[in-house]
């Protein structure tokens, strides 16, 4: 038995409203699922250098995304003790939190080894502050091809707001180098809204 019409005409009067709240819930699963935002300012580096320091803008592109590019720099020699190019960014951490971070770098006209050093400076307040502490991690960077450099840490328990990230590459002779692709978020969310940890779309960066 059903209670024919009484009930079945406030039951569809309600069904849009049903409906706008499953899709509203769904979006809001959805978006929660996918709210991992990366920390870098302007990752991909799409039209410009804004948030980085290091470099000045460059039309090649990591995945050769023609509406993209990434940041060029030419190694300095600022103390005449060794050869460096660097990508910068200061992120916004909390104690305690776990981050992993990485950019792509393609190191080009160098004669002589290049390693690759990420080094993170955690401070009290914003990124003017003398760092509290620091993480270090070492790779050794190919010629002439684009690679990952990558870590990840602890953001010391305390007052830390902000995280310091520089990719440095070393050597002992002059080179350039281009990166690209920055990442920094915490590990359980890595899934972007635009599939950037796949890095196989062109696109503008779709989150920061
Ligand atoms: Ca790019």
Same mark, same amino acid.
């Given at each position: 038995?059903?209670?024919?019409?009484?009930?079945?005409?406030?039951?569809?009067?309600?069904?849009?409203?049903?409906?706008?709240? =499953?899709?509203?819930?769904?979006?809001?699963?959805?978006?929660?699922?996918?709210?991992?935002?990366?920390?870098?300012?302007?990752?991909?580096?799409? %039209?410009?250098?804004?948030?980085?320091?290091?470099?000045?803008?460059?039309?090649?592109?990591?995945?050769?995304?023609?509406?993209?590019?990434?940041?060029?720099?030419?190694?300095?020699?600022?103390?005449?003790?060794?050869?460096?190019?660097?990508?910068?960014?200061?992120?916004?951490? *909390?104690?305690?939190?776990?981050?992993? =971070?990485?950019?792509?770098?393609?190191?080009?006209?160098?004669?002589?080894?290049?390693?690759?050093?990420?080094?993170?400076?955690?401070?009290?307040?914003?990124?003017?502050?003398?760092?509290?502490?620091?993480?270090?991690?070492?790779?050794?960077?190919?010629?002439?091809?684009?690679?990952? *450099?990558?870590?990840?840490?602890? =953001?010391?328990?305390?007052?830390?707001? *902000?995280?310091?990230?520089?990719?440095?590459?070393?050597?002992?002779?002059?080179?350039?180098?281009?990166?690209?692709?920055?990442?920094?978020?915490?590990?359980?969310? %890595?899934?972007?809204?635009?599939?950037?940890?796949?890095?196989?779309?062109?696109?503008?960066? *779709?989150?920061?």
């Amino acid at each position: 038995m059903h209670h024919g019409n009484p009930s079945r005409s406030p039951r569809a009067g309600r069904r849009p409203l049903v409906s706008a709240l =499953v899709a509203l819930t769904i979006a809001l699963l959805a978006s929660d699922r996918l709210m991992a935002t990366n920390r870098f300012f302007n990752p991909e580096l799409d %039209e410009n250098v804004v948030g980085w320091i290091g470099g000045t803008w460059d039309a090649a592109d990591r995945n050769d995304c023609a509406r993209s590019g990434s940041m060029f720099t030419t190694a300095i020699n600022p103390f005449g003790t060794g050869w460096v190019a660097f990508a910068s960014q200061c992120i916004p951490v *909390g104690g305690g939190e776990q981050i992993s =971070v990485a950019i792509d770098a393609k190191v080009i006209f160098a004669t002589q080894p290049v390693l690759g050093e990420i080094l993170v400076n955690f401070v009290a307040d914003g990124c003017f502050d003398s760092p509290v502490a620091t993480h270090g991690d070492f790779y050794l960077a190919p010629f002439n091809t684009w690679s990952r *450099g990558a870590t990840s840490f602890v =953001v010391p328990p305390g007052v830390i707001t *902000g995280a310091l990230v520089t990719f440095a590459l070393r050597s002992t002779a002059p080179f350039d180098a281009l990166f690209d692709r920055g990442y920094a978020s915490e590990p359980d969310f %890595e899934i972007f809204k635009d599939s950037f940890e796949l890095g196989q779309t062109c696109r503008w960066s *779709g989150v920061r």
